[in-house]
C-alpha cells in the first residue's frame, strides 16, 4: 500500500487540489496547503517510491529563492498587471464608456440590431484601451442595458450581448489574461499580443455576425432607435467626407515626409491626418461653423481620444518602441490625461483606481507565491512526467492533444477564473506541447480563446455576476418614457450568455484550423531553398577562383596557372634558411654533464 501511494504520489496530489477547490478553500490556500502537506508526506514516502520521489528537507530553503527571485517578486513582466488595470479603471471612472455608447448607439441607432452593435463595437474598443472585464461590463451594464430594454430589445439578447462584449477584455490585447500566459509559458508579452490580434477581431466579427442574423429572424427582439431618440440627427455622410479629407491629408503628408523619415512616414502620416481632423471637428464645434454635421463632430471628437489611447500603447509595443510595462506605463498616464480632460480626474477617482489595483494585484500575486509552492512539490514527485505522458499519450497527436486540453480548460473553466487556470494548469501542459513541437504563442492564444469561456458559464460566470449587480431586479419607472420596465432575471442573463459561449467554442475551432491567424506574429518565413546564390566570375578565372576544368587557356591569352600541389604545405614567400640537424644523443651511453 505504502509503494503503490509513494509510486502514485502525483495524481493523488492533483486530485487532492481539485477537490480543495471544489470544496470552496481560496484557491492561493488551497495551492500552497497542498504543496506543503504533500511535500511532508513525499519526503516520509520517498523510501519506498523507487526512486520517483525526490524530495528532501534541505529543498524547502528554494522557496526564498522562488519566491524573491524573478519568477514572482522580481518579475519584470507581470509588472504590466497593475499599470493596464489602474489605467482601466481610470478610464472607466472618466466616462469615456458611457461617450462612446451614446455616440456609436446614435451612429448605429437606424439599424435594426444597432444597439447590439454599438455595444459589440464599444466592447472592443473598450477591451482595446482597458483589459479589465469587470470594468467593461458593469460599465456597458449600467449605460446600455436600460436603453436597450426601454425600446423593447429582448432580455436575454441584451443581457447576453453585455456580457459578451465585456470578455472580450480577455482576448483583445492589452488583456491582463495574455500577459499572464506569457509569463507561464516563457514568451514574449509582445509576441502574444501579436497573434492574439487576429483572433480577437474575428471573435468581434462573429459577435456581430450573431446579431445579425438573430435581426433577419426575429426582427422584434431588436428594432431600430425611433426617431425622436436620435438627437445627433442625420450626418453619416458627412463622416464619409471626414474620412476622405483625413485620408487625404495623410497621404500628402506622408509625400513630404517619406524623403526624410524613411519607414516611419505611413505613421507620422497617418497621425497628422487624425489630428487635422480631429482639430477641425473640435474648433467646427466650439466656433459654431457648422462646416459637418453634429453627428460627425461628436463622432471624430469621442472616437479619436481612445484609439489614440490604443496606439500609444499597443502600438509603440508592435513596433518595438516600448516594452508591454512600458506601454502600460504610458497608459495609465495617458488615462490620467484624458479623465483630466473630461473635467473627471479627482483625488477620489485616484484613491479608488489606486485601491482596486492593489487588490488585483495581491490577488495575482499571492496565487502566483502558491502555485510556486505547489509546483515545488509536484515537480518532485515527477508530476510534470506524468502530466507530460498523460497527454502526448493521447490518440490522434498534436490535434487529439489540442482537442483534449481545450475539453479539460473547458470544463474546468465552470469552477475555476482564468487567472487560477493559468498558474494552475498551464504549466503542466507546456511541456507536453513544447514536446509536440505545437508553437506556444499560438497554443497560448488558444488556451486564452478557451479561458474567455470562464466568463460566460453558467452558473459560474464572473460577467454574469458583474451583469447581475448592474441590472435591475424589481420593476422600475423608465425616466424618459414614464413606463414601468419588468426587471431582468437570472435566467433570462444565463440563457442569454448561452449562444455566446457556443459562439466562442466555434472561435476554438477556428483558431486550431487556421493557425496562421495567430502564427502571423512571426512575419514572412523564407524557405532556404528557394534562395539564389550567384558569385561573380572574375577575369581569368573559373568561378570560385579555380582553374578551369578543362586546361583551357584563361580569357586575354597567357597561360593557365598551374594547380597547386596541395601535398606540400603553402610558401608565403621566401622561405628562411634551414636550421642544421640536431645530433641525436646516444643513449646506449650514461649522460655526460660536462
Request: glycine residues 10%.
Amino acid at each position: 500500500m505504502m509503494e503503490f501511494i509513494a509510486q502514485n504520489m502525483a495524481p493523488i496530489m492533483f486530485a487532492s487540489l481539485i477537490i480543495f477547490l471544489l470544496i470552496g478553500y481560496p484557491v492561493a490556500f488551497s495551492l500552497a496547503a497542498n504543496g506543503l502537506m504533500f511535500f511532508f508526506i513525499g519526503v516520509l514516502l520517498s523510501p519506498y517510491s523507487g526512486g520517483s520521489i525526490n524530495l528532501a528537507w534541505p529543498l524547502l530553503h528554494a522557496l526564498p529563492d522562488n519566491f524573491y527571485g524573478s519568477r514572482v517578486m522580481s518579475n519584470d513582466t507581470l509588472l504590466a498587471i497593475p499599470f493596464f488595470t489602474f489605467m482601466g479603471i481610470v478610464l472607466e471612472r472618466s466616462g469615456m464608456a458611457e461617450d462612446l455608447l451614446d455616440t456609436i448607439g446614435q451612429l448605429f441607432g437606424p439599424i435594426r440590431g444597432g444597439l447590439a452593435y454599438a455595444v459589440i463595437f464599444v466592447g472592443a474598443l473598450l477591451a482595446a484601451t482597458t483589459g479589465v472585464v469587470a470594468a467593461s461590463v458593469i460599465a456597458m451594464g449600467l449605460i446600455s442595458l436600460p436603453i436597450m430594454l426601454r425600446y423593447g430589445y429582448d432580455r436575454r439578447l441584451a443581457s447576453g450581448v453585455i456580457a459578451a462584449s465585456g470578455t472580450l477584455a480577455q482576448i483583445i490585447p492589452p488583456s491582463l489574461v495574455l500577459i499572464v500566459l506569457a509569463d507561464q509559458l516563457g514568451r514574449s508579452v509582445g509576441d502574444m499580443y501579436a497573434g492574439a490580434l487576429i483572433p480577437g477581431l474575428v471573435l468581434t466579427v462573429l459577435y456581430m455576425s450573431y446579431i445579425l442574423i438573430m435581426s433577419i429572424i426575429r426582427p422584434n427582439s431588436m428594432p431600430a432607435l425611433p426617431l425622436e431618440a436620435r438627437t445627433l440627427g442625420h450626418g453619416v455622410m458627412w463622416l464619409l467626407v471626414a474620412l476622405l479629407v483625413t485620408s487625404a491629408v495623410s497621404y500628402a503628408a506622408y509625400r513630404y515626409l517619406a524623403p526624410a523619415h524613411g519607414d516611419n512616414a505611413d505613421i507620422l502620416g497617418a497621425t497628422a491626418g487624425v489630428l487635422f481632423i480631429y482639430i477641425v471637428a473640435i474648433a467646427d464645434k466650439r466656433l459654431n461653423f457648422n462646416m459637418m454635421s453634429r453627428l460627425a463632430q461628436q463622432v471624430i471628437i469621442v472616437l479619436i481620444p481612445p484609439l489614440a489611447l490604443i496606439f500609444l500603447v499597443l502600438g509603440t509595443i508592435f513596433l518595438g518602441i516600448a516594452t508591454p510595462t512600458e506601454g502600460g506605463a504610458m497608459g495609465s498616464v495617458g488615462a490620467l490625461f484624458m479623465a483630466a480632460a473630461k473635467g473627471r480626474l479627482s483625488l477620489d477617482v485616484v484613491k479608488q483606481a489606486l485601491a482596486s489595483t492593489t487588490r488585483l494585484s495581491s490577488f495575482v500575486l499571492f496565487i502566483l507565491i502558491g502555485a510556486r509552492v505547489f509546483s515545488l512539490t509536484f515537480y518532485g514527485v515527477n508530476g510534470h512526467i506524468w502530466v507530460e505522458h498523460l497527454l502526448t499519450s493521447l490518440p490522434g497527436g498534436e490535434v487529439g492533444f489540442l482537442i483534449g486540453v481545450n475539453m479539460l480548460v473547458f470544463f474546468l473553466a465552470f469552477f475555476l477564473d482564468f487567472f487560477e487556470l493559468a498558474f494552475i494548469i498551464v504549466p503542466l501542459l507546456a511541456p507536453a506541447a513544447d514536446k509536440l513541437g505545437i508553437d506556444l504563442i499560438w497554443f497560448g492564444v488558444l488556451l486564452g480563446v478557451n479561458m474567455q469561456t470562464s466568463f460566460m458559464h453558467p452558473p459560474f460566470g464572473f460577467a454574469l455576476f458583474y451583469l447581475r449587480s448592474v441590472a435591475a431586479r424589481v420593476p422600475y419607472l423608465d425616466r424618459l418614457t414614464g413606463k414601468q420596465i419588468a426587471p431582468v432575471t437570472t435566467g433570462q442573463i444565463y440563457w442569454g450568455a448561452v449562444p455566446f459561449v457556443c459562439i466562442q467554442v466555434i472561435m476554438i475551432g477556428l483558431t486550431i484550423a487556421f493557425p496562421q491567424m495567430v502564427m502571423h506574429y512571426k512575419g514572412t518565413t523564407v524557405d532556404p531553398g528557394t534562395i539564389d546564390y550567384q558569385v561573380p566570375e572574375m577575369p581569368g578565372l573559373s568561378p570560385l577562383g579555380t582553374p578551369p576544368a578543362d586546361g583551357a587557356a584563361p580569357a586575354g591569352g597567357g597561360t593557365a596557372p598551374a594547380a597547386p600541389d596541395l601535398s606540400q604545405p603553402p610558401s608565403f614567400g621566401d622561405a628562411p634558411p634551414a636550421k642544421p640537424a640536431t645530433p641525436q644523443p646516444d643513449l646506449s651511453q650514461p649522460p655526460s654533464f660536462n
